[in-house]
T-cell receptor, first 114, second 114 residues
């Protein structure tokens, strides 16, 4: 079965650079979530989109923005990168219209800021 | 707002011994409850989930969990631990009210002694 695809899997950027993380949800899933997991931390919710509209916002810095496109894939754009942005970024998708839905996670993108 | 508490940061058990990882949640209604496992540098793998119905749920890899509403708990158990179970385990709570956004506990690192 198709899973959530994230690209790239690994990314190294320098401070003050920008990064774009991509997420391709499971087909027919209408909701995408982004989470950030710092070293030794639990995943923290950043932002979610439902039917291409932002549906919820968590602890996402103003330097970050995200959107969901017409094909339901999502991109997380990160600007003015800081060392503290180094983390594992997870995308998850779900079908909110379904009953008893659950979120399926991608393998994550490991961002290292140097 | 929901919250999840995993009181044990580290647990060490001998191979073949039984395991119980504790999870307590805070939420006004019946939440959706999940247990995920994460190996170092890897993504989140869903072990099991509870939405409704039977309060004892079976998951993959021989894990089970029991939802106890009166104690606001969703403890994870395994009767006999294998060395390959060494990983970090996250309990998470989600609700339809929040569009299935997940709130994670801090995680419990399981070490297995041979």
């Amino acid at each position: 079965a198709a899973g959530v695809i994230q690209s790239p899997r690994h990314l190294i950027k320098e401070k003050r650079e920008t990064a774009t993380l991509k997420c391709y949800p499971i087909p027919r899933h209408d909701t995408v979530y982004w989470y950030q997991q710092g070293p030794g931390q639990d995943p923290q919710f950043l932002i979610s989109f439902y039917e291409k509209m932002q549906s919820d916002k968590g602890s996402i810095p103003d330097r970050f923005s995200a959107q969901q496109f017409s094909d339901y894939h999502s991109e997380l754009n990160m600007s003015s990168l800081e060392l503290g942005d180094s983390a594992l970024y997870f995308c998850a998708s779900s079908n909110r219209q379904g009953k008893n839905t659950e979120a399926f996670f991608g393998q994550g993108t490991r961002l290292t800021v140097v | 707002a929901q919250s999840v508490t995993q009181p044990d940061i580290h647990i060490t058990v001998s191979e073949g011994a039984s395991l119980e990882l504790r999870c307590n949640y805070s939420y006004g209604a019946t939440p959706y409850l999940f247990w995920y496992v994460q190996s170092p540098g890897q993504g989140l793998q869903l072990l099991l989930k509870y939405f409704s119905g039977d309060t004892l749920v079976q998951g993959i890899k021989g894990f089970e969990a029991e939802f106890k509403r009166s104690q606001s708990s969703f403890n994870l158990r395994k009767p006999s631990v294998h060395w390959s179970d060494a990983a970090e385990y996250f309990c998470a709570v989600g609700t339809m009210e929040y569009g299935n956004k997940l709130v994670f506990g801090a995680g419990t690192i399981l070490r297995v002694k041979s």
